[in-house]
């Protein structure tokens, strides 16, 4: 199982990214793939989610209006698109895989995780 992402980088306040998670060795229907961000000195939080079987979603409060996660199942690629970026949104991205398909934003319920991507929003 291999959950790959990709597309981060440094942009300035105001501007935009979209993350990519490629995922492979597993089923892509039987699970909810999530989007996390860690910056430095703080946990892991929970940014967004969507049911690959059903589209349903679920986003955090401080990305609400501003990010948008979307899956292609041919492709078995989630996106998290990233508007109007803030400094605050500074850290390294992982995407991540629940078979239970909760749309839950813990971490906790994420057995399968990517290596992560970098994403930078200066001031």
């Known amino acids: 199982v291999q959950l790959v992402e990709s597309g981060g980088g440094l942009v300035q306040t105001g501007g935009s990214l979209r993350l990519s998670c490629e995922v492979s060795?597993?089923?892509?229907?039987?699970?909810?793939i999530g989007w996390f961000r860690q910056a430095p000195g703080k946990e892991r939080e929970g940014i967004s989610v969507i049911s690959s079987s059903t589209g349903s979603s679920a986003y955090a409060d401080s990305v609400k209006g501003r990010f948008t996660i979307s899956s292609n199942h041919a492709k078995d690629t989630v996106y998290l698109q990233m508007n109007r970026l803030k400094p605050d949104d500074t850290g390294v991205y992982y995407c991540a895989a629940d078979y239970a398909d909760l749309l839950l934003l813990a971490p906790t319920e994420f057995g399968l995780w990517g290596q992560g991507t970098q994403v930078t929003v200066s001031s």
């Open positions: 060795g597993l089923t892509f229907d039987d699970y909810a």
